[in-house]
C-alpha cells in the first residue's frame, strides 16, 4: 500500500510536468541528428555504428533525469514525509526506482527503436534492443537512486552523480551494446542477454539497500 | 514528557531548536536508532506514534491538496475516506481549495494544509517547527485551538516558537535554549 | 592473541593510533626510499635485456609494481570504508581517505607508465585492451569516492561516511566490471595484447628487481598513507585535547615535527 502510494504519487507528479517525460527524448533526438552531421550521412557509416550509439543515448538521456529523483523530495520536504511515516527506506528506494522507471525507463525504451531507424540499425535487430532495454532501464533506475540519494543535498551535483554512476553502468553498456550488435552480426544474443539479466537482479537486490544507506546518512 | 502536555522550546537562532526537534523526530537519529521510548530504542514504534512537521513543509506542489493529504493518509497507511480528507480540510480553512494545486496556495495556505496532516493522522505527539510562521492571526487562533484540543485529549505537543507569549501562557514546559551551550545530540 | 586484540583496539582509537604510528613513519619512508634505489638500479643497469623488447621492457619495474599497488590500496579503501560506515569508526575513515589520492596517483602511474610502453611495443599510446580499460575505471571510482567526501566539506564526518558507502559500491563493482571489460575485450578484439607477454618472466634476474620495487611501493603506501591518516585525524579532531597535546609535545620534540 505504501509502496502503491509512492508510485502513484511519484508518477503523477511527472505527469503534470510532462517535461520530466519527453526531456529525455528530445535529448536523444537532438544528440542523434549531431552523428551524421559529424560523422557523414552514409547509411553504412552509420549502420556501424547503431548499437552503440542507441545505447548511449538511452543511458545518457536516462542519466539527466537521475539527479531529481531524491533531490526534489528532499529540497520540499516530502522525503521527510515518507521517512519519518515509518516506511522502510529500501521499499521507499524501491518505490521510487519504480516511479522512475514507469515515467522515464518505458518512454525511453519505446523511443529506441526511433532513433534505430535513424541511425539505419539493421533490421533484424529491433527486438533484441527492446529486450535488452527492457533489462536494463530498470537498472538504470534502481542505480540512479543510489546516485541521487548520495547526492541529495550537494547543489549542482549532476556532474558528481555521473562519476559515481558511470561506472557501474559500463557492464550494463557493455552486455547491452553487446547484445544489439551480435544481432547486427547476424549472431545470438542470448549469452549478453543472460547477462543483463544477471546485473538487473543484482541491483534489484543490492540497489534499494544502498540507496537507504545513503539516505539515512543524509538525513542525519 | 506525559501525556496531555505541551512544551515550548525557546531561544535565539542558531541554539539548536531545529537540531534538537530533528533529532527527536528521528530524522536525525534514524541510522543510530538510539532513542527510548516506552522502554524501547524500536524506531518504528516511535514513529508510529509521533509526527514531525519542519520549516520544509512536505507539500508537493503540483498534487492538489486533496492528493497530497491522500498520499500522506495512504503512506501512513491510515485509512481514511475522502470525506474526511475534505471534512480535515475544511477545518484548516481550506474549504473549496481541494483540487487546487499546492503551488498555487499563498505562503500561509501552504503552511495550513502542512499542518492539516496532524489532523489526518492523529497521532499522539507532535512535533512542530516554528509553526506560527507565515501564519495570519486567525490562523495562529486556529492552531492555538487545535493545540489546546489536542492536549485536552491526551496528546503531547513539543513545538519552537520565537515570540508567541500565548502558546507560552499554555505551556506545562519552558525549555530555554541558551547560546553558547548548543545542544549535540549523540 | 590477546595482544594482538588489545593492540587492535588501541590501533582504533585516535590518540594511541596517533601515537604507535608516529614512531613508524621514519622507518617506513627510510625502507621505501632503500628499496626504491635498489630495485631501480637493479632494474635498469642489472637485469638483462629482454629478448623480444630490448630495453623498454624495463618500464615495467614501475609499471607493474604501480598497477599491482592501484588494486591493493582499493581493496584497502573498501575494507576500511566498511570499518568506516558499519562501525563509525574514526581510524578508519582517516585511513580510507588517506589511501584513496594515493590509490588514485599509482592508477595514473600505471596508465601513464602503460602508455609509454605501449608506443614503442604497439606502436600507439593507447589501446582499448582489457587492462588499461579496466585500470581507467577505476580510476573513475577513485574520483567519485574523492568527488563526493569533498562535494560535503562542511561535514567531513558525512562526508566521510558517504565517501565509505561508495567505495563499498565500488568494492561490490569491482569484480563484474573487471569481468565484463576482461569478456568485452575477449569478444571484440580476439588477439588483445598482453603486456607481460604470454611467457611471463621466469629469469629471476629480472624477477628480484620487481620484487624489490613491489615491497618499496607497499613502504611508501604505508608511510604516505600514515602521514596522510595522522593530518586527517588531526584536522577531524582538532577540538580535542589529545591533539593539542600532541603538537605542543611535538613542537619540543623536533624529531617528529618534519612528518607532518
Known sequence: MRFGALVKRDVLVSWRKKSNIYQPLVFQLLIVTMFPLGLGAGAQTL?????????????????????????DDYEDGSLDVYVLSGMSLPLAAFSKATAHWLTTGIPVMLFAPVIGVLMHLPEQSYGVLLLSLL????????????????????????????????????????????AVLETTLGNSALGHLLLLLGCAVLALTLAPLAAAAAIKVNLE | MDAGQLAVIAGPNGSGKTTLLQALSGLSLLASGSRIYQGS?????WLKESHYLGHKLGNKGNLSCFENL????????????????????????????????????????KKRLALSRLLLLNKIYWLL?????????????????????HISQGGSVILTAHDQKKIHELAHHHITLEFPEEVHES | MNRLLKFYHELGSPPSFYRITSHWLKPMLILAIIFTLYGLIDGLFFAPEDYQQGDSYRIIFVHVPAAWMSMFIYAIVGISGIM????????????????????????????????????PMWGTYWDWDARMTSELILLFLYIGVMGIYSAYDEDPRKAARLAALVAIIGLINLPIIRYSVYWWTSIHQGSSVS??????????????????MALATKFYYIHSMLCRAQSHLLKTEQDKNWVKLALTGERKDKTQGGNL
Open chain 3, 195 to 212: 603486456l607481460m607477454g604470454e611467457s611471463g618472466i621466469k629469469d629471476w634476474a629480472m624477477l628480484r628487481p620487481l620484487l624489490v
Open chain 2, 129 to 149: 517547527d516554528e509553526p506560527f510562521v507565515n501564519l495570519d492571526y486567525a490562523g495562529c487562533d486556529w492552531l492555538y485551538e487545535i493545540i489546546e484540543k
Open chain 1, 135 to 178: 533489462l536494463a532501464t530498470p537498472i538504470f533506475s534502481l542505480l540512479g537512486t543510489v546516485g541521487s540519494a548520495l547526492i541529495v543535498n550537494i547543489k549542482n551535483g549532476g556532474m558528481l552523480l555521473s562519476v559515481l554512476i558511470m561506472p557501474l553502468l559500463s557492464p550494463v553498456l557493455i552486455f547491452g551494446a553487446g
Open chain 3, 84 to 119: 568506516a560506515f558499519v562501525w563509525r569508526m574514526k581510524v578508519a575513515e582517516a585511513v580510507m581517505m588517506a589511501s584513496v589520492p594515493i590509490g588514485a596517483i599509482f592508477t595514473t602511474i600505471t596508465l601513464l607508465t602503460g602508455m609509454l610502453w605501449g608506443k
Open chain 1, 47 to 71: 549502420a556501424k555504428i547503431a548499437p552503440a550509439v542507441v545505447w548511449i543515448l538511452a543511458l545518457l538521456s536516462t542519466l539527466i533525469t537521475l539527479e531529481n529523483i531524491f533531490k
Open chain 2, 41 to 45: 530504542s524500536e524506531l518504528s514504534l
Open chain 2, 70 to 109: 491522500q498520499f500522506v493518509a495512504q503512506v501512513n497507511e491510515t485509512s481514511v475516506t475522502s470525506s474526511a480528507i475534505s471534512a480535515v480540510l475544511e477545518k484548516a480553512g481550506l474549504a473549496g481549495y481541494e483540487y487546487q494545486h499546492a503551488n498555487d496556495l499563498s505562503a500561509g495556505q
